[in-house]
């Protein structure tokens, strides 16, 4: 191997590589164990089995074998057994998932039988409206109006969504043979830090807080869902990644079982129930366990490195039986999602788990430059553990290198970054550039420098639509209709009034749950007398219970909540834009149930209406994203920048001492070199300065790889003008 950029020796090695290297001795076995099964599109066994699948006489109406490369139709066509496919970037993993979902079905697979388990439900409705483009767009009109016309209409019947989608509709099925009750009401994440924060202010633990503050709400339900994700108790959470609030452990323990028996007391249900649940009922109800693996012979997972222990599990209990054919797709090099829970072993150790298991690459690009691709492939090569993968591509052009540069400081780096758009911009429209940066504040220098241009961007992220506090306010009298035992979404209303606090709210809480669940206690003289909009209150919620339709139920509730906005929020005109898109989603739904669920389980990333105006044809759609690394999985742009790679920030500073969050901060870099398709840049200041420390090393991930990889770009500045110059 050629030179490497920069000396590597000065770059700390993480402390605790020792204690794990049984872990990595065993993650290694079994990626050589599914090597050893793997298969490829290449041998004379599979050109042969090939023919067979797709014979003339079969009657498909796709042909699979010149619309897709050999290793994909090879993971389109094996539809028996357990099989990995390892797709890399950009190597077309949703098109190989579509025509195997037609190539099922043209094989007469009933669809009922098919279960698409993925990560968004956008995901899983582009698969299935792909294939039945796909299907329907092969027959002529006289065919369409025969026999196959039902075989694409069918595709409705295949069980597709995300994982929590999913289960939460398998407990409301089968809510009898489980013995639960199917009213339940959905706690997002910040209701799940609600209910921790009343039941704390409720039962008035004896916490000691003169050594050190009590946790907040944010920290405890973080505590309570890794917890229960990684499988890790919480005493030894806390004291591996939570040292300083060690001295609470026993009231922390104490409180995430008063909030699981407050839970179960209330019919509700937080994110991580929905998944635990059903895995426990699998566990213990070999009807309902049977019932699935009847029920779903044929499985597909998207993003499988993304999986956490309990979905993990949940797979293993349907697919257990030898008969049930089980694909899952992913690729190891872009698993980042720990913080979520996400737990990277699970792809490694398919081999384990399926011994008989099968593994298929996908490795051909179909998004970068080979000179791009290049670059990515070297930082595969640097990734500790995973599936051997070179990715390749037929372009026959080459294209540019990455280019890497250093800027004196944050206010240069930003400034170079604008001047490579501009110079960009007769060959690109802005919306084909994106600035991908560590940390959300990683990008505060480019964003002004970006607006001094009068350059547009959008930045991904923000607060989520159905995190906005007026939006919450509006669902919690939705959840209280359909689940008046919903103690949280009671208390989030009742103190939006003045004269009513935390101790009024619960006694009035706990006198409609004692009166069967009646609204008649907001009219009684005892709380009446604390406020005066309890009474209308109670006219409200008794109009709205007895609307026919979702939407009228939004418009009697926002009849009644506008008149209190204004009261709270001085931006109250501009939040009443997003109830427009409250009552559109509301007149997608024919029931509360569904509404909610499809709100807690598959949110609107983004306040639609701040975009609502915006023609689609308009060039205000033409836009330069800046966004973080995280929230760029899955897309791409012709021109990216990553910037702020300076070791510390990339990787971040407290992921340095730890091998398997080092490993992870690889493969983020990995992920954001990889949504490049022609041209990327890579950006660092001199030096980078807080509280946590000064960091003037450039990244590891850009020093560790050799130097004919990527070009250097040294920038000068003129002495009249603070705009560089490049040589």
Not at 255 to 277: E, G, M, P, V, W
Not at 416 to 425: L, M, Q, T
Not at 496 to 518: C, E, P, Y
């Amino acid at each position: 191997m050629s030179a490497t950029l920069f000396d590597t020796q000065n770059y700390q090695y993480p402390q605790n590589f020792a204690d794990i290297k049984p872990k990595l001795a065993r993650l290694e076995q079994a990626i050589e164990k599914l090597e050893a099964n793997l298969i490829d599109a290449d041998a004379d066994m599979n050109k042969k089995l090939f023919e067979q699948r797709l014979r003339h006489d079969l009657g498909l109406q796709v042909d699979y074998a010149s619309e897709l490369n050999p290793n994909q139709l090879l993971a389109a066509t094996t539809i028996d057994g357990k099989v990995l496919v390892i797709a890399g970037a950009g190597s077309g993993k949703t098109k190989t998932l579509t025509y195997r979902t037609s190539y099922l079905l043209e094989n007469g697979i009933a669809p009922k039988q098919i279960l698409l388990l993925t990560f968004t439900r956008k995901s899983a409705n582009e698969i299935k409206s792909r294939a039945k483009t796909l299907l329907a767009s092969r027959l002529s009109d006289d065919e369409l109006s025969e026999d196959v016309l039902p075989t694409t209409k069918t595709l409705n019947d295949i069980t597709s969504g995300t994982f929590h989608s999913f289960c939460n509709r398998l407990l409301r099925q089968y809510s009898g043979l489980l013995g639960i009750n199917p009213r339940f009401t959905i706690l997002d994440t910040a209701d799940s830090e609600d209910a921790i924060d009343l039941i704390f202010k409720e039962k008035k633990y004896p916490v000691q807080t003169k050594k050190q503050a009590f946790p907040r709400k944010k920290t405890l339900q973080n505590i309570f869902s890794t917890s229960r994700n990684r499988r890790i108790h919480i005493r030894e959470l806390i004291e591996t990644n939570y040292p300083d609030i060690a001295i609470h452990i026993p009231i922390i323990e104490q409180l995430a079982l008063d909030f699981h028996t407050y839970k179960r007391a209330n019919h509700l249900y937080d994110f991580d129930d929905i998944i635990s649940q059903v895995v426990s009922h699998l566990k213990t109800n070999s009807k309902f366990r049977a019932l699935l693996q009847e029920n779903y012979r044929y499985i597909m997972v998207d993003e499988y490195q993304d999986t956490n222990i309990p979905q993990k599990q949940l797979i293993d209990l349907i697919a257990a039986p030898a008969s049930v054919s089980l694909m899952v797709v992913g690729d190891d090099n872009q698993s980042i999602y720990a913080f979520r829970g996400a737990n990277y072993e699970n792809i490694l150790l398919f081999g384990e788990t399926y011994p008989e298991a099968q593994l298929i690459k996908l490795e051909q690009n179909y998004r970068s430059t080979p000179a791009v691709l290049d670059y990515i492939n070297g930082l595969s090569e640097q990734i500790t553990l995973g599936y051997q993968k070179q990715l390749y591509s037929n372009m026959a052009i080459a294209g540019q290198k990455p280019i890497f540069s250093r800027l004196s400081d944050e206010t240069r780096e930003a400034k170079y970054i604008a001047n490579k758009i501009v110079e960009h911009k007769p060959d690109y429209d802005y919306k084909d550039f994106a600035i991908l940066c560590r940390t959300s504040f990683g990008s505060n220098y480019v964003q002004l420098e970006l607006m001094e241009r009068h350059i547009p961007f959008i930045v991904v992220g923000g607060i989520k639509f159905v995190e906005r506090r007026h939006i919450k306010d509006v669902l919690a009298f939705v959840k209280i209709l359909y689940n008046p035992n919903d103690a949280i979404a009671w208390h989030r209303i009742l103190t939006l009034f003045r004269g009513v606090g935390g101790v009024t709210a619960t006694k009035l809480t706990q006198a409609i749950n004692t009166d069967n669940n009646s609204f008649e206690p907001l009219r009684a003289k005892a709380f009446t007398k604390k406020s005066a909009q309890l009474e209308p209150l109670y006219t409200v919620l008794t109009k709205a219970s007895q609307a026919e339709s979702v939407e009228t139920v939004i418009e009697d509730i926002l009849e009644f909540y506008i008149p209190l906005l204004k009261t709270i929020e001085e931006n109250w005109r501009e939040r009443s834009e997003d109830f427009r898109v409250l009552k559109n989603l509301a007149n997608e739904h024919n029931s509360l149930d569904n509404f909610l669920e499809n709100l807690a389980l598959d949110p609107p990333n983004d306040s639609i209406a701040a975009t609502d105006n915006v023609n689609k044809d308009s060039d205000d759609k033409d836009k330069v994203t800046i966004s973080t690394i995280h929230s760029s999985k899955g897309l791409e742009w012709p021109v990216v920048f990553v910037n702020s790679l300076v070791d510390g920030m990339t990787p971040h500073h407290r992921s340095i001492d730890d091998f398997e969050e080092l490993e992870e901060e690889r493969k983020l870099f990995y992920v954001a070199c990889s949504r490049a398709k022609t041209r990327l840049y890579l950006t660092a200041p001199d030096y980078f300065a807080s509280y946590s420390g000064y960091f003037d090393k450039p990244s590891r991930f850009i020093a560790e790889l050799s130097a004919d990889k990527v070009e250097i770009e040294i920038a000068k500045l003129h002495k009249e003008s603070s705009d560089p110059v490049w040589w």
